[in-house]
């Protein structure tokens, strides 16, 4: 501890820059993890798999409550949005679905981005520490007086290395959060677009059937 309380000592207001970045972004993070990993997400396969078997056996209003067991999840919004539109046209059914994704989509996949922006700027906050703790070392060896040189000098680095080094402790395990948080928000997209068509399909298929 007296450590990391030496090493913001040393790096001024610039390891309390990238400190507010860390905040920002753990909070992001949080956020994002628990709406997409537990909120959003389901198993769009399985979930399909009862929906395809009671769309075929003409049972629209048991495929809507089986969406409504799982409101917040983003592929049962859209999915019924197209199944309270199974008895219209071709046209209702596909706009309906393409209006629920509009809506979706963007929540899925908010925020998300911001995260490699934090990664960027912590990076950035740390080479500016570093860069005006190297001036402030070269000026120690240009005007300093010998017995304050090597003080001044030693001040000089420490602030280039730990802003350097906070400003990296913060990117880098942002990146990571971020690139699995796109990976995921990018599965949950797809499958939306996917599953989406193919009960758009199915509803077709059964309404030509039964006209």
Same mark, same amino acid.
């Given at each position: 501890?007296? %450590?990391?309380?030496?090493?913001?000592?040393?790096?001024?207001?610039?390891?309390?820059?990238?400190?507010?970045?860390? !905040? =920002? &972004?753990?909070?992001?993070?949080?956020?994002?993890?628990?709406? !997409?990993?537990?909120?959003? #997400?389901? @198993? /769009?396969?399985?979930?399909?798999?009862? !929906?395809?078997?009671?769309?075929?056996?003409? @049972?629209?209003?048991?495929?809507?409550? =089986?969406? #409504?067991? /799982?409101? $917040?999840? /983003? =592929?049962?919004?859209v999915i019924k949005a197209g199944l309270t539109r199974a008895n219209k046209g071709e046209i209702e059914i596909q706009n309906a679905i393409e209006e629920a994704s509009l809506e979706v989509v963007p929540l899925v996949m908010k925020r998300t981005a911001t995260l490699a922006g934090l990664a960027n700027i912590a990076t950035l906050l740390g080479l500016l520490g570093t860069i005006i703790g190297l001036i402030d070392a070269f000026k120690a060896l240009e005007t300093a007086t010998p017995d304050k040189r090597q003080e001044m000098l030693a001040r000089g680095i420490a602030l280039a290395m730990n802003t350097t080094a906070f400003g990296l402790i913060v990117a880098i395990p942002t990146l990571f959060a971020h690139l699995l948080? *796109? $990976?995921? *928000?990018?599965? !949950?997209?797809? %499958?939306?677009?996917?599953? *989406?068509?193919? =009960? %758009?399909?199915?509803?077709? *298929?059964? &309404?030509k059937g039964g006209s």
């Open positions: 501890m007296g %450590e990391i309380k030496k090493a913001f000592a040393t790096g001024g207001i610039w390891m309390y820059l990238i400190l507010g970045v860390s !905040i =920002l &972004a753990l909070g992001v993070v949080i956020e994002r993890f628990v709406f !997409i990993f537990f909120k959003y #997400n389901i @198993n /769009a396969h399985a979930f399909m798999a009862q !929906i395809q078997k009671l769309v075929m056996a003409n @049972n629209i209003d048991r495929a809507i409550k =089986l969406c #409504n067991a /799982a409101p $917040s999840a /983003a =592929l049962p919004r948080l *796109s $990976s995921m *928000s990018k599965k !949950i997209v797809e %499958e939306i677009d996917q599953y *989406s068509v193919k =009960l %758009e399909n199915l509803l077709i *298929s059964r &309404a």
